[in-house]
């Protein structure tokens, strides 16, 4: 980490280096330079990207492209030089590395501190697919192949679940078997893409609450961040993501299942934003916004559990059983969703 920060063009020294953020990715440290500049510096995932220079490549155009549309700087993100100029990011002995420069007078936040964060998360969202519509798709390196094809996870899942490398099938049959019993509806949003019923645009597909910047005082959406999975894919992912993470009325690795519900209030008020920012979908699309959620939820949970019968090797863990306790939140997710199913369909049916 050292050797990579003193590597690019910072204002200034750099006096301290600490981790930094809750991204299950990437590793994330803040910067702070004698000059009083603040940096992120990331060294990113080998295990999660395989074509990094390619993913620098979309990173930079799309930043690039939402800079050139910014009123102001703290609309888009900033990319620092390396010290050897011209690419703006590090192979240091087969780890990469790139820093941004800190969006300063901002907050990021895990969850919604009420009804008007989320609504503003969502703004920003429609906002990003707005600007994105006349970027030229074809250039987008797939940064993560098949990323959100459910059908996929679902073969991720099987395999994990007969190689069993670290014994823990057996223990968790019940959330296996909540996942089989769905796979049929998990295959839906991409069965109405390969029918070509859904147009693919670019989108997100990472939009968690916390890769939306607020702004510190006014509360309103600066700028949308992690930029890593910007590629062709459904509005229904965008949205669909946002919600299982941010309607949900507990944390992702809630423990405590009676707590985790999802609140159709917040599920309102996301598609109220997104809607009002986002320019015009097909009726398809904004049909298909309550199965993106639905699909999202049971998608991620998939992942998680996926993850943990692979022994915890994709994403970031804290405790033996994280991985476990977040596909538990998510199949709640999902349960609670089909409770509320008439109702998630009746409020998107006002936009129809
Ligand atoms: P990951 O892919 O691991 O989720 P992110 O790019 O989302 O990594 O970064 C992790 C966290 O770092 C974010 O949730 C946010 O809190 C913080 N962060 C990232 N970029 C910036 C930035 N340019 N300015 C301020 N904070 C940032
Ligand atoms: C990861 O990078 P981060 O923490 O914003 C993951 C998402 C998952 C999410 C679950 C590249 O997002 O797909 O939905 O964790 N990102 C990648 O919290 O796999
Ligand atoms: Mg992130």
Redo the contacts with the bound molecule.
């Keep these: 980490m050292e050797n990579a920060v003193f590597r690019f063009q910072l204002d200034g020294n750099p006096v301290s280096c600490e981790p930094y953020g ?5 590793r994330t440290y803040l910067v702070e330079s004698d000059q009083g500049k603040r940096y992120i510096l990331q060294q990113l ?1 080998r295990r ?2 395989h074509d990094i220079p390619g993913l620098m490549e979309n990173v930079q155009a799309v930043t690039e492209f939402l800079d050139g549309q910014a009123k102001d700087r703290r609309e888009s993100l900033h990319l620092v030089s390396t010290t050897d100029g011209g690419v703006c990011w590090l192979d240091e002995n087969g780890e990469y590395w790139r820093c941004y420069e800190f969006i300063e007078g901002s907050i990021c936040l895990q969850a919604a501190r009420n009804e008007q964060d989320f609504y503003e998360s969502a703004v920003a969202f429609g906002h990003f697919q707005r600007q994105l519509k006349d970027f030229p798709a074809h250039t987008l390196h797939e ?2 192949p098949m ?1 959100h094809n459910t059908p996929n996870r679902y073969r991720q899942l099987k395999e994990a679940i007969e190689k069993d490398v670290v014994g823990r099938a057996a223990a968790v049959r019940e959330e296996i078997d909540f996942a089989l019993q769905r796979e049929e509806e998990g295959g839906r949003l991409q069965e109405l893409l390969d029918h070509g019923v859904l147009p693919l645009r670019v989108t997100h ?2 939009t ?1 609450l ?2 939306v910047m607020l702004d510190e005082e006014t509360g309103k959406a600066l700028c949308i961040i ?1 930029l ?2 910007v590629m062709p894919g459904l509005v229904a992912y965008d949205v669909g ?1 946002s919600i ?2 941010g309607a949900s009325t507990a944390a ?1 690795d809630e423990k405590d299942l009676s707590k985790v519900e999802m609140d159709l209030n917040l599920y309102g008020s996301y598609l109220k934003g997104f809607l009002s920012s986002c320019g015009e979908l097909t009726k398809e699309e904004i049909r298909s916004l309550p199965l993106g959620a639905k699909i ?1 939820t049971l998608e ?1 949970g998939v ?2 559990l996926t993850d943990y019968l692979d022994g915890d090797h ?3 863990t804290s405790r033996e059983e994280h991985n476990l306790d ?1 596909a538990r939140t998510q199949f709640k997710l999902v349960l609670d969703m089909e409770k509320k199913w008439d109702d998630m369909m009746r409020i998107i049916e006002t936009y129809l």
């Excluded at 809750?22 to 990437?26: A, C, Q, R, V």
Aim: glycine share 4%; no cysteine.
């Design positions: 809750h991204g299950h990715i990437n995932s999660a990207f940064t993560i990323f597909n990472d968690k916390n890769n992690d890593d999975t993501d299982r993470f992702e999202m991620n992942r998680f994709y994403y970031a977040r």
